[in-house]
Nanobody
Framework: QVQLVESGGGLVQAGGSLRVSCAAS????????VAWFRQAPGKEREFVAT????????NYANSVKGRFTISRDNAKNMVYLQMNSLQPEDTANYYC????????????????????WGQGTQVTVSS
């Protein structure tokens, strides 16, 4: 059984930084991708970033490229999302998700491709 637990959300001023974390437990198969999605009130869940566990390959939404960085810690089975230059439009509930049996160069962006989800952590950016 896979469990994903997010932490690190909070309130930050525009232009500030925040790092959210995702602790994964259960399966440690390297053939996986772990991603961050976000959902703001009244909006659909949208892709933010993903990382392929075996190769470290990454993929980002255009809206966060150059500002956000996804990384992983193999030893701790953790995934991080470093968010810099935050803007009010980044305000959302941020979810960690995992997809298994993923090829080494595949970095999926569709939420339907992810079978495991955390409960989310709220990030609020004030103007």
């Amino acid at each position: 059984q896979v469990q994903l637990v997010e932490s690190g959300g909070g309130l930050v001023q525009a232009g500030g930084s925040l790092r959210v974390s995702c602790a994964a437990s259960g399966r440690t198969d390297n053939r996986r991708a772990v991603a961050w999605f976000r959902q703001a009130p009244g909006k659909e869940r949208e892709f933010v970033a993903t990382i392929n566990w075996s190769t470290g390959g990454t993929n980002y939404a255009n809206s966060v490229k150059g500002r956000f960085t996804i990384s992983r810690d193999n030893a701790k089975n953790m995934v991080y999302l470093q968010m810099n230059s935050l803007q009010p439009e980044d305000t959302a509930n941020y979810y960690c998700a995992a997809a298994y049996y993923i090829g080494p160069y595949y970095v999926p962006t569709n939420p339907s491709q992810y079978g495991y989800w955390g409960q989310g952590t709220q990030v609020t950016v004030s103007s």
